[in-house]
Antibody, heavy 122, light 107 residues
Framework: EVQLVESGGGLVQPGRSLRLSCAASGFTFDDYAMHWVRQTPGKGLEWVSGISWNGDNIGYADSVKGRFTISRDNAKNSLYLQMNSLRAEDTALFYC???????????????WGQGTMVTVSS | AIRMTQSPSSFSASTGDRVTITCRASQGISSYLAWYQQKPGKAPKLLIFAASTLQSGVPSRFSGSGSGTDFTLTISCLQSEDFATYYCQQYYIYPRTFGQGTKVEIK
């Protein structure tokens, strides 16, 4: 079964850091670009960051550029999001998602995890 | 960043209705457009990619069309399980961007 499982969310104070992880299974992880998408409770979807299959091509939303860092470890079938200088407006449910085309940087998101909640509050 | 604008933001419909949601990109994105369905408490589900290609397992009552800047999602005969929020997304360039969502409610 193709599956993505996020972890690492929690309650954190403004200005602090948090690292999210996404464990992939059921598919050849290093064939696909991967992404983080977040959703504020009751609001819409916001793409946060994406990384190519080999890590050479990375993109960020303007709202997180310079504060968040995406990475992957293909040997561990894992995706990460290092979040620094967290703000109240970063409070959201964070999903990891998989591209639907092999080795391309233009894919829709065909598999999503269940999400991990990040709450930034003092 | 490319801005994706959906319309309407919400509407009410009845089972059996034919419904259409539109999505407009602020610049051309060829056919790099996806549609997702999201139900409360669930992750989004891919319905259509490449503007008009139905994802495996998605009922044929869903269809998509368009290219360039203007796109539509059509549900030919609304079923009870289709009441949800729908999002379009461009994957032409970074940053990837989503529309604000269209909530389809029961009339």
């Amino acid at each position: 079964e193709v599956q993505l499982v996020e972890s690492g969310g929690g309650l954190v104070q403004p200005g602090r850091s948090l690292r999210l992880s996404c464990a992939a299974s059921g598919f050849t992880f290093d064939d696909y670009a991967m992404h983080w998408v977040r959703q504020t409770p009751g609001k819409g979807l916001e793409w946060v960051s994406g990384i190519s299959w080999n890590g050479d091509n990375i993109g960020y939303a303007d709202s997180v550029k310079g504060r968040f860092t995406i990475s992957r470890d293909n040997a561990k079938n894992s995706l990460y999001l290092q979040m620094n200088s967290l703000r109240a407006e970063d409070t959201a449910l964070f999903y990891c998602a998989k591209d639907n085309v092999i080795s391309m940087m233009r894919g829709a998101f065909d598999v999503w995890g269940q999400g991990t909640m990040v709450t930034v509050s003092s | 960043a490319i801005r994706m604008t959906q319309s309407p933001s919400s509407f009410s419909a009845s089972t059996g209705d034919r419904v259409t949601i539109t999505c407009r990109a602020s610049q051309g994105i060829s056919s790099y457009l996806a549609w997702y369905q999201q139900k409360p408490g669930k992750a989004p589900k891919l319905l259509i990619f490449a503007a008009s290609t139905l994802q495996s397992g998605v009922p044929s009552r869903f269809s998509g069309s368009g290219s360039g800047t203007d796109f539509t999602l059509t549900i030919s005969c609304l079923q009870s399980e289709d009441f949800a929020t729908y999002y379009c997304q461009q994957y032409y360039i970074y940053p990837r961007t989503f529309g604000q969502g269209t909530k389809v409610e029961i009339k």
